[in-house]
């Protein structure tokens, strides 16, 4: 199993430019989430679903859609991205039972210039 | 509004010697998790605490859970240079899907 996996590793992107950051696990969680963490902030959680075709805004959802078509795959966008999008993205999955364990994947190191 | 502080913010110690970190809340938490990140990878899950005074040890990690639920520490006996990361403590509450995260603390152990 690959677990949480993200794409793409890296990214400098220009200011007003778009991307999307894909994430994709291979457990069959019902949950997955997408953070930003910066340094002397900790991770945010940005945006969430709990299911197959929902999503949910998190603590700092500006600047940022989801879209979660399929249940392994979660996708956030930026629209027009600004300088302080600079960030590391963190994409994490949890299949909730009794508490919710997340898993993460290895991060996006995006620049937006 | 951060609902979970960790200290300290920044730890250097040397090979051999003990440590204790803190996160806590003025929050009642279902339960608390105590993650391990390296540089350039995501934060990989070490405990999970439950229930209020549990006590978890995992090898040279001991982990508690505050008797009111709203704090937790994580000592770390003879710590190693393979210890050295950026510890996140991470609160769930009942009402919610999400977790708090405390924005960690780094510890550097030298040789």
């Known amino acids: 199993n690959a677990g949480v996996t993200q794409t793409p590793k890296f990214r400098v992107l220009k200011t007003g430019q778009s991307m999307t950051l894909l994430c994709a696990q291979d457990?069959?969680?019902?949950?997955m989430y997408w953070y930003r963490q910066d340094p002397g902030m900790g991770l945010r959680l940005i945006h969430y679903?709990?299911?197959?075709?929902?999503?949910a805004k998190g603590e700092v959802p500006d600047g940022y859609n989801v879209s979660r078509l399929k249940k392994q795959n979660f996708l956030l966008g930026l629209e027009s991205a600004a300088p302080s999008q600079t960030s590391v993205y963190f994409c994490?999955?949890?299949?909730?039972?009794?508490?919710?364990?997340?898993?993460f994947g290895p991060g996006t190191r995006l620049t937006v210039l | 509004t951060q609902l979970l502080e960790q200290s300290p913010q920044f730890l250097s110690i040397q090979e051999g010697e003990n440590l204790t970190v803190y996160c806590n809340s003025s929050s009642v938490f279902s339960s608390l998790q105590w993650y391990r990140q390296e540089p350039g990878e995501g934060p990989v899950l070490l405990v999970t605490?439950?229930?209020?005074?549990e006590v978890k040890k995992l090898k040279r990690l001991t982990f508690q859970f505050g008797d009111a639920r709203k704090d937790s520490s994580l000592h770390i006996t003879a710590a190693q240079p393979g210890d050295t990361g950026l510890y996140l403590c991470a609160g769930e509450k009942s009402s919610g899907y999400a977790l708090n995260f405390g924005k960690g603390t780094s510890l550097l152990v030298t040789p």
């Open positions: 994490a999955s949890s299949y909730l039972r009794l508490v919710n364990e997340q898993f």
């Open positions: 457990m069959n969680h019902e949950y």
């Open positions: 679903s709990v299911g197959e075709g929902t999503t």
């Open positions: 605490v439950v229930t209020g005074g």
